[in-house]
């Protein structure tokens, strides 16, 4: 495309071009704002994994600004999320994933589920079950944020939670029921209800795969305690 003019290129790319150019005088710092939103998914990918090597291998610093969490967290060695024009938390993409301080930043990384209930001696009751928290929130109103791939599902014909890996899970008494189940690449994000005295509480379970319960069917619910986060409301 060399005899081409800029006008003549496709918005990705112009911002190929861009992103070369950026990196052509061999800068120690670069910083980049929004640097692949003209890219379709697919060269996203190809471009930013090519962009990473290219950085740690010339030891070039960047300041990347995105709303993309996915993109955050595979470009960046520390991230700081601004809500309101201030950053709210700021750390390794693995402590704000595991340790969020607020439910604004649980969710930036990901959906979630939103409960509420009031704690009694460190502990929180809700129709997913039990779950241990500080004696700080001790007779206070607390938000139970559950991640979407913290609930697990299972048959009810088949299921054993002694095993080594499911011990910590947290049952739930009530049945849960598959409303739909939708295939999202390399996950299913199914649809369930869970009636406890005539009211229907809706949950949406991301599980690894293809799907394999079916519309209506009655299913055993637990949830990974691991992946639950509470904050006084």
Do not use: W
Not at 68 to 88: H, Q, T, W, Y
Not at 125 to 131: C, D, E, H, I, K
């Amino acid at each position: 495309l060399g005899n081409n003019y800029p006008h003549e290129l496709s918005g990705g790319q112009q911002q190929q071009v861009a992103l070369i150019r950026s990196m052509a005088s061999d800068p120690k710092i670069i910083f980049l704002d929004e640097p692949y939103s003209n890219l379709d998914s697919r060269l996203k990918e190809k471009i930013r994994d090519q962009m990473l090597h290219i950085l740690r291998e010339h030891k070039i610093s960047a300041l990347l600004v995105t709303h993309d969490p996915e993109e955050a967290m595979f470009m960046s060695d520390k991230i700081g999320v601004l809500n309101n024009g201030c950053i709210e938390q700021f750390g390794s993409p693995i402590d704000l994933y595991l340790r969020p301080k607020s439910t604004f930043i649980a969710e930036f990384f990901g959906d979630i589920n939103i409960l509420e209930g009031i704690v009694k001696d460190g502990s929180v009751s809700t129709v997913l079950g039990t779950f241990n928290c500080s004696q700080k929130f001790n007779n206070k109103k607390v938000k139970i944020v559950i991640r979407e791939e913290a609930i697990k599902l299972f048959s009810t014909n088949n299921i054993d939670l002694n095993t080594k890996d499911k011990t910590n899970f947290v049952k739930s008494s009530y049945y849960g029921y598959v409303i739909e189940a939708r295939l999202l690449a390399g996950s299913s994000l199914v649809h369930l209800s869970l009636k406890v005295d005539e009211i229907n509480f809706h949950f949406h379970a991301r599980i690894p795969g293809l799907n394999f319960f079916k519309v209506d069917e009655k299913v055993i619910v637990a949830t990974d305690p691991k992946q639950i986060f509470i904050f006084e409301q």
